[in-house]
């Protein structure tokens, strides 16, 4: 946090520490999962995804 402002790394390294990825690769689950959830209604595949 610089003078009360959140930076960018700020918000990379707490994604780092939850999800233990990358933001990109944290980013890439989640559209992949959001996307499988859409065109898949029954979720058989949805489950092969990790969800963090």
Not at 3 to 25: H, M, P, R
């Amino acid at each position: 946090m610089i003078n009360g402002y959140f930076t960018s790394d700020y918000f990379s390294d707490l994604i780092k520490k939850d999800a233990g990825k990358s933001v990109q690769e944290y980013i890439q689950l989640k559209l992949m999962n959001a996307a499988c959830f859409y065109l898949s209604p029954d979720l058989a595949v949805c489950n092969l995804i990790p969800v963090y």
